[in-house]
């Protein structure tokens, strides 16, 4: 399977001075570069400083509409006109989408194109948000809330030019689990910002985030409200008992059904009753799921599962009582935090 980047973020916030720093690591020579351009003249491919053939365009407009056919058969063509043309085979891409496009329906097409979700795997979602205007278009543009919302790693850029402060409140208050890196011209390590989906990233983010709730004993610690949280919030979940594929699998497709707007983002390590060996990785964008993928092994003792949502609107309360309701899990064996 070849891994996907996603890379997202406002318009100017260091999108393609970050893609033309990983592009230019000699351990990246087999990744293609997919931009995404929006409006009559693009230009962002003219800033990418990689030969042609590493790139890819898309410029029919908004991901989030023509584009998305433009870009299955971009993926779907790319192995075999790298075969024909005698180019080196494709090992990753990564996407660059437009400043303003919501990133699911580009997660939403990796994930049930047939043909796409056979062969290429999410490997992360990465967003940018830089630390001059991030708070403010974070405050203003819902698409900037919900690029940071579902992303796996934020990349906090421009950092020359003011302190992390006010950003990294911004950004926790939104996206709480996701990994935080921040970065001046793009200098990023490749370790930091790829291979961010294996699983076991979510289930210590949320591990830790329902540990720390339930041994802090501070009052005044974390969870707050800010201006920028008012619709997004992001709960960890924590389940000490396997549950039966079947029942969780009717769980997901519940919520799905009946929520499925309003789930920006799931992800998790399942303990499956059925197969305690060999955990489930899941992966859900508002109403559509990935099809499971099983590890191998665990990746650590913990053997319980461990599970994140980011969600607009909705109550944890909610979640896991329909877990435990559909799951036939006691209340008290699934403990959760709002991160
Ligand atoms: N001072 C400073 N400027 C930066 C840094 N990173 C990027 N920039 C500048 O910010 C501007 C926007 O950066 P881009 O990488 O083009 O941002 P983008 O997200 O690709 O922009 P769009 O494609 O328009 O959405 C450019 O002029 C960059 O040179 C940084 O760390 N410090």
Excluded at 46 to 74: F, I
Excluded at 227 to 237: E, K, M, T
Excluded at 305 to 310: E, P
Aim: hydrophobic share 45%; net charge negative; with cysteine.
């Amino acid at each position: 399977m070849i891994p996907v980047t996603v890379l997202t973020g406002f318009l100017g916030s260091g999108k393609t001075t970050l893609l033309n720093r990983l592009l230019s690591e000699p351990d990246l020579a087999g990744t293609v570069a997919i931009i995404n351009e929006f409006g009559e003249i693009g230009l962002d491919h003219l800033l990418v400083e990689v030969t042609q053939e590493r790139l890819a365009l898309l410029d029919n407009g908004c991901v989030c509409c023509t584009v998305r056919d433009d870009l299955v058969e971009t993926l779907k063509t790319l192995e075999a006109r790298h075969v024909a043309e005698g180019l080196p085979p494709v090992t990753r891409v990564i996407l660059e989408t437009t400043g303003l496009a919501d990133p699911a329906p580009i997660l939403h097409a990796l994930m049930v194109e047939p043909d796409l979700a056979q062969r290429y795997r999410i490997d992360g979602v990465v967003t940018t948000v830089d630390v001059v205007n991030g708070a403010d278009t974070l405050t203003r543009h819902p698409e900037a809330r919900k690029q940071a919302a579902v992303a796996d790693l934020i990349v906090v850029t421009k950092t020359d030019l003011a302190p992390l402060n006010e950003i990294e409140a911004a950004v926790a208050a939104i996206n709480p689990m996701a990994r935080r890196l921040a970065v001046m011209d793009g200098q990023a390590r490749l370790a930091d910002v790829l291979g961010l989906s294996s699983g076991t990233q979510w289930a210590e983010e949320a591990a830790q985030a329902v540990e720390h709730d339930h041994a802090c004993t501070d009052p005044h610690c974390g969870h707050h409200h800010s201006p920028h949280s008012s619709d997004i919030a992001s709960y960890a979940f924590v389940v000490e008992e396997p549950v039966a594929w079947a029942d969780f699998r009717q769980w997901l497709d519940y919520f799905a059904a009946l929520k499925g707007a309003d789930l920006l983002r799931v992800k998790g390590l399942v303990h499956i009753a059925e197969e305690p060996e060999r955990p489930l990785v899941i992966h859900g964008v508002q109403h559509i799921f990935h099809p499971p993928r099983r590890l191998e092994a665990w990746p650590s003792d913990d053997r319980r599962t461990r599970l994140v949502f980011i969600v607009r609107n909705m109550e944890r309360e909610m979640i896991a009582r329909t877990l435990s309701k559909f799951a036939r899990l006691a209340p008290q064996g699934i403990r959760s935090a709002a991160a």
